[in-house]
């Protein structure tokens, strides 16, 4: 339904994320017709995906409607499709709702966690993708704590109150951090019968160290600000198997209703239907110009691509390179459209953040390295910036600037359904799956 | 697990909706125990529910945690508990994790909508209750104007364009004026292939008047203000049936795939299993004192009581009724615990609002009738002020104050899948029922 006055190639991007929408946005200033397709109808700042996982922001302070974020530009066109599959040869995508023609071509459909071939773990251990997979953990965090305010037997409560995060890389250092938060200051007041306090969080991590991907004085200046939080880090010790009772570890079971999963990521399935090269992971190798091999009109970007660089080492799945790589794709489309050559990729690694908790974060920002506040205040500065277009980061600093001062979180709500995993009366809504 | 030094009668309140919140507030500064218990986590301020339902309002901002509303009480407990009977002779209620006793019990379980005897209509035109219940008919509306953008078919696309909302009640209309409003402010630059404001909404309501609890010329107001925005107010109509394709009129087919009830509620099933007098809509009659007849130890208030005034008149299914109900129970209970009489309840009417749209409101205010900007001014103010205790209010002014002059709805979420109800390859959880 494009105007018939309208010209130019036709870019397809499938995915709303931070590669495809970078993308999109850099596109909008060349002479091409953009379509942009994604199941979700907003863009999530994964970031921070965390925070609504621990209550402390809502779910639309961190999502913005896709269509709405590119809503200035008149040739973009957003439709909510799940596309099914990519034909390379006639250079169509399907989705469900018909196909879809392209000249050029961005996929950029991201990852989802892994379970290193125990998807029946899933259900017992959420991860930490979707903003559904965050009102869920949201949900089972809340949810066992009112369950033991109920719960008389102690070793049952005990269960119920401490909590297993697997994988210390961001994700289950944050989470780690703000559970610990939780218990001891959010809701320190609220209970009569039990003590937030009595709760535990457990840090489960295969490697050597938290934050591996972190400089390793980093990985120890956290692993200390952990600890000095309460958290247990337990360093070198995979999980053999996750029950509804809690985690078998080589030596030992840890009893706890809460088993949150940060473990691993695979790409997105897509990848596997270009029959490309892939790694472990599931990420699709592209060249340097970011285009699949044998097909200059198709490029990848973020965490679905697997990008070496020239020194032999691949880029990690965070934020700042899928941003990089959307734009760098949507400039080699843009020459490309112009008869001009394709230039390689070069990412510019401007460093790294992880928070811990409340005035404490690492960071490594070019070759300084930072911890504690200052870290912190970087990793907010940073996070703030990054959140514009989002239209909201007035709202999210106030609510930030309260919560530093009161401890308090202020989306603490249960919906979905209040029972436990696996109670007998259940009528909570299955857990979403992609 | 109550201190053994905490003496006084032991008060159970069951619902921590309106009437139990402030019974519960009021209970504190007497000497007795309270337990409430409720199988949410948390308070809903209702009137704003349809702000949810619209995109305008996060969750979190009209929802706090029962327990921490609470918090400031220490002989107050809170337990997230589903109640499924009572025992008025043995003075127990029975819950799904076991029984609790009480002195002296206060039921305000509230309300469900109502189908009239077509449960069946339950999943195709979705009430507006419950948090879940919002975002479901967020989720719909949103979806419906996605899937559209990508319909070539103009009949199906229009029927998609189209809202039927049953009922012209305060959530009837607030919910037709705010969803006109996103048709044509909100969405106006979004879309490519659909020119949001071809959508239509029709209000259709069985009776010869909108809002039929106001004063006739407010109802005449507030049509007039619903035609002036664009609504179509379909005056004597009745539902015959509803399809996942439209509404079936006495005389015709309106189609339209989303479709919303605002038409009836029934109390709380609750109130059921009292064997007690109850009207056509469930509700339990009480005594001048609002304790249940034969029982002076058990009290009922808000939606789910019948109070008929001594006057013949019964009081409507309204916040200030049952905060008045809540308030008025916990002092005979005290008095009661204290050897003294209980007193008769009186409700001391202050008025009664509806928003229509931006700037359009009515409102009767004692004897004083409004309507236009200045009722919505009143309806603003009145509801900022409720929402005490929520300490969101801030964030919420500055949201409203935002949306005033840009128009936009922050929360414009789709969660829990992304297919149309009854879409072939529907991945969105059921609809969550109670």
Redesign the interface.
Known sequence: ??DRKDTGPHVVIVGGGFAGLYAARRLARGNVRVTVLD????HLFQPLLYQVATAGL????I???I??VL?AH?RT??????VSGIDLGRRTVRY??GEIGYDYLLLATGARHSYFAHPEWEPLAPGLKT??DA?EIRRRI??AY??A??TEDPAERQALLDFVVVGAGPTGVELAGAIEEIARKTLR?????IDPATSRVLLVEAGDRVLPAFPPDLSRRAEAALRRMGVEVMLRTSVEDVTPEGVWLQDRFLPARTVLWAAGVSASSLGARLSAERDAAGRVRVLQDLTLPGHPEVYLAGDMALFVEPEGRPLPGIAPVAIQEGEWAAENILRSAQGRSRLAFRYRDRGVLATIGRSQAVARIGRIHLHGFIAWAAWLFIHILYLIGF??R??IL??WTLAYFTF?R??????????MPGGE?S?R??A??L
């Open positions: 339904m494009l199941r979700r109808n907003h809502a779910p639309g302070e999502a913005a409607p269509r709405h809503k008149p066109r957003v439709l909510l499709a799940d469900d709702g903003l559904e009102t809340l949810l009112e369950t305010e109920r007041r609220d209970f009569r019968s239209g909201n007035v709202a106030w609510r308090e202020a989306d603490r709500l249960i919906t979905g359904g209040s029972r009366q009528n809504n299955p979403p799956r």
